[in-house]
Every structure is written in structure tokens, then in C-alpha cells.
């Protein structure tokens, strides 16, 4: 069974920067694609940033310029680091790999507020 299991999440100050990161259970070369999104309660949840296996990427408008997403073939992680944190970025974090289906980590809470 593929499982994604992400860290990284915690409580910093509106500015600030934090990185999650998500480990795959498997080679994520094995992946179409890996992305991070994003839930806050009462909405859905939205797409945050994606990497293609070639490496291409893309953003929500909302966070372009501030947030990276990268991968580590070796290390079969994918990262998210955040700067320039707002209030607006509170919420809770997953990982998703497309591997014929979507497969979903558990998330990882992430508050910003001072």
C-alpha cells in the first residue's frame, strides 16, 4: 500500500517561513505527478503548488512568489517551503501523488499568527 506521510507544520508568526515535506513509501519516480494542498474548515480543498515527474511546476495565484516546491528523487520526498507566511495561509496541509489514483497523506497543520 502507497502512503505519503507529511511533517513539518506548526505555529509561526505572520513573515515567517516554515518547509513540510512529504516521504513516499515508494519511489516517487513511480508518480505522475505530487502537489500540496490545502483546507481550511467549511471549504474545499485547493490546490496549493504541483511538480511534474519531468519537474515543471505551478502555483496558486495566491501564493506564487512565496511558496517552492521541489523534489528529491533520492530521498523520495517532495517539499513545500513557505515564506513571507500570512493569517490566510492557516490550514491544514496534504500531499497527493497520482498513481492511477489520487493517494492522499494525512496532512499537516500549519497556523500562522502571531
Known amino acids: 500500500q502507497v502512503q505519503l506521510v507529511e511533517s513539518g507544520g506548526g505555529l509561526v508568526q505572520p513573515g515567517g517561513s516554515l518547509r513540510l515535506s512529504c516521504a513516499a513509501s515508494i519511489s516517487i519516480l513511480s508518480f505522475n505527478n505530487m502537489a500540496w494542498y490545502r483546507q481550511t474548515p467549511g471549504k474545499q480543498r485547493e490546490l496549493v503548488a504541483l511538480?511534474?515527474?519531468?519537474?515543471?511546476?505551478m502555483y496558486a495565484d495566491s501564493v506564487k512568489g512565496r511558496f517552492t516546491i521541489s523534489r528529491d528523487n533520492a530521498k523520495n520526498t517532495v517539499s513545500l517551503q513557505m515564506n513571507s507566511l500570512k493569517p490566510e495561509d492557516t490550514a491544514v496541509y496534504y500531499c497527493?501523488?497520482?498513481?492511477?489514483?489520487?493517494?492522499w497523506g494525512k496532512g499537516t497543520l500549519v497556523t500562522v499568527s502571531s
Open positions: 511538480i511534474g515527474g519531468g519537474g515543471s511546476t
Open positions: 497527493k501523488a497520482r498513481y492511477g489514483m489520487d493517494i
